[in-house]
C-alpha cells in the first residue's frame, strides 16, 4: 500500500500521550521477540557470531541500556539536541552497564565474550527501565526539546525491533505474522495478466531536500535546502520477484540470498520454510550491487534519494512501504550539518554507506516517513531491502 506517514507525523510530534502509548509498544515488541528467540534457542539465547547480527541478550540489554543513559541518566535531558553528550551522569540501575551495552565503545566482535545478566535479569531490568521512563515522561512539558530524548529512545528501540525480525530471518526463528510483518503477495497489475512496470514522469524542478518544521528529526535529516532535479522518470513500484528473476536467468546470475530454484520453481526460505515464492511481489534480500547490476543490465539506473523522496511526497501513484530500497547516493551530511548528542548515529558512517529510503514489512510505521534516511554498507543482504528503476 501507499504510506501515508499519519503515525510517524504522530511519533515525531505528538506529546506525552502519544509517546507513552508508543513506548509500551515498542518494549512489548522487544519482548515478544525475546520470547520467540528462548522458544527455540532456550534460556540463554546462544547464537553464533556473525557480523550482521548481535546476541540476543546484549541486543535487548542494549535497548534499555540506551534508554536510561539519554533519558533517567541524563542530567541535561531538558536541553533537547543542545544536550552535552559527555557530561557526568548519574549511576545506572545496573553496575558497569555502560562496559556491556554503550554500541559505540563495545566492540562488535567483543559482545560474544561479554558476561551478560541472564535473561530473567534483563527482562527484569527492561521492565523497571521502562517503568521509570514513563514516570519522567508524565511530568515532563510538551516541548521539541524536552521531548526529543523519548522520541530518539523510542526510535532506536524500534530500529532494534526491526533488526529482531532480520535476526530471526537469519536463524530460522519462527516468527508470528504480528512480530514479522508480510510481504504483499503481488504488486498491482493487470487483471489476470503479468503486472507491467507503470513509470511516473516527473518534470525539472527544485526540491526542498530533508526535514523542516518543528517536532523531531534525526541529525541526518537536517537541514533541508533546495536542490535542483531534472525531469526523470522512475518506476511507479519497486522491482518485483518477476522482473528481477529474468536478470537471473539470463545472465546467470547467482540467485539471491534466501531463495533457490527447486523442480523448475522458485522458492523462499521464510523463518525457516520454505515456500512457493510470489513471483509478483517485490523482490527482498537484495544487496546495493545487485539491485544496481539489474538496472544496468536493464537499460536503467537507481534513482538518488533526492528523486525518490521528491517522487514520494509529490506523487500520488508513487507506491513505497514494502521493502527498504537503495538509491544510488551515498550516505553523507547535508549542507550545515550539525550532529545531535548521540554522536555515533550519523557522522561515523558518511561516505560508507548507501541510503535506503521507504520502509518494509517488518519496519514499525512509527518510522516510515517519506524523509527518514536509512543507511547500510552495500553487502548487506539480510535487511528487507529491494529497489525501483529510473530511465536513463
Known amino acids: 500500500?501507499?504510506?501515508?506517514?499519519?503515525?510517524?507525523?504522530?511519533?515525531?510530534?505528538?506529546?506525552?500521550?502519544?509517546?507513552?502509548?508508543?513506548?509500551?509498544?515498542?518494549?512489548?515488541?522487544?519482548?515478544?521477540?525475546?520470547?520467540?528467540?528462548?522458544?527455540?534457542?532456550?534460556?540463554?539465547?546462544?547464537?553464533?557470531?556473525?557480523?550482521?547480527?548481535?546476541?540476543?541478550?546484549w541486543e535487548a540489554g542494549h535497548v534499555g541500556w540506551f534508554q536510561d543513559y539519554w533519558i533517567a541518566r541524563n542530567r541535561q535531558r531538558a536541553m533537547g539536541i543542545a544536550c552535552d553528550p559527555d557530561h557526568r551522569r548519574a549511576a545506572g540501575r545496573l553496575p558497569g552497564a555502560d562496559a556491556l551495552y554503550d554500541s559505540g565503545k563495545v566492540a562488535h566482535a567483543a559482545r560474544w565474550q561479554l558476561e551478560l545478566p541472564d535473561l530473567g535479569a534483563t527482562r527484569a531490568d527492561l521492565a523497571e527501565g521502562l517503568a521509570e521512563t514513563l514516570a519522567l515522561l508524565?511530568?515532563?512539558?510538551?516541548?521539541?526539546?524536552?521531548?526529543?530524548?523519548?522520541?530518539?529512545?523510542?526510535?532506536?528501540?524500534?530500529?532494534?525491533?526491526?533488526?529482531?525480525?532480520?535476526?530471526?530471518?537469519?536463524?530460522?526463528?519462527?516468527?508470528p505474522e504480528t512480530l514479522s510483518g508480510a510481504l504483499p503477495e503481488a504488486l498491482p497489475g493487470p487483471a489476470g495478466g503479468v503486472p507491467q512496470a507503470r513509470a511516473l514522469g516527473i518534470p525539472a524542478q527544485r526540491w526542498t531536500l530533508g526535514w523542516h518544521g518543528d517536532g523531531f528529526a534525526f541529525d541526518n535529516e537536517l537541514a533541508a535546502h533546495e536542490v535542483a532535479l531534472p525531469a526523470f522518470e522512475i518506476d511507479a513500484e519497486v522491482v518485483s520477484w518477476r522482473r528481477y528473476l529474468a536478470f537471473v536467468e539470463q545472465t546467470g546470475a547467482a540467485p539471491p540470498r534466501y531463495l533457490r530454484r527447486q523442480d523448475g520453481s522458485w522458492?523462499?526460505?521464510?523463518?525457516g520454510r520454505w515456500e512457493a515464492l510470489a513471483l509478483d511481489a517485490p523482490a527482498v534480500h537484495l544487496r546495493w550491487d545487485e539491485a544496481d547490476a539489474w538496472c544496468r543490465w536493464a537499460g536503467r539506473r537507481l534513482p538518488s534519494e533526492a528523486e525518490w523522496e521528491l517522487a514520494a511526497l509529490t506523487q500520488p501513484g508513487f507506491r513505497w512501504g514494502q521493502v527498504w530500497e537503495w538509491t544510488a547516493s551515498r550516505f553523507g551530511p547535508y549542507p550545515s550539518f550539525a550532529p545531535h548528542?548521540?554522536?555515533?548515529?550519523?557522522?561515523?558512517?558518511?561516505?560508507?554507506?548507501?541510503v535506503l529510503r521507504g520502509a518494509s514489512c517488518a519496519t514499525s510505521p512509527r518510522m516510515?516517513?517519506?524523509?527518514?534516511?536509512?543507511?547500510?554498507?552495500?553487502?548487506?543482504?539480510?535487511?528487507?531491502?529491494g529497489f525501483r528503476s529510473c530511465a536513463l
Open 138 to 175: 508524565a511530568v515532563t512539558p510538551e516541548t521539541d526539546a524536552e521531548l526529543y530524548f523519548f522520541r530518539l529512545a523510542l526510535f532506536h528501540e524500534d530500529m532494534h525491533g526491526e533488526a529482531g525480525v532480520y535476526m530471526a530471518q537469519a536463524l530460522d526463528i519462527p516468527l
Open 1 to 57: 500500500m501507499n504510506l501515508a506517514p499519519t503515525r510517524s507525523e504522530a511519533a515525531r510530534r505528538g506529546g506525552r500521550r502519544v509517546l507513552a502509548a508508543a513506548l509500551a509498544d515498542s518494549r512489548a515488541r522487544t519482548l515478544a521477540l525475546l520470547d520467540a528467540y528462548a522458544a527455540v534457542l532456550g534460556e540463554a539465547l546462544t547464537v553464533p557470531y556473525s557480523p550482521q547480527l548481535n546476541p540476543p541478550r
Open 368 to 385: 516510515a516517513h517519506p524523509r527518514y534516511r536509512n543507511y547500510f554498507t552495500p553487502e548487506r543482504n539480510d535487511l528487507y531491502s
Open 341 to 354: 548528542p548521540y554522536r555515533d548515529y550519523s557522522a561515523p558512517w558518511f561516505g560508507e554507506r548507501y
Open 267 to 271: 522458492q523462499r526460505r521464510v523463518f
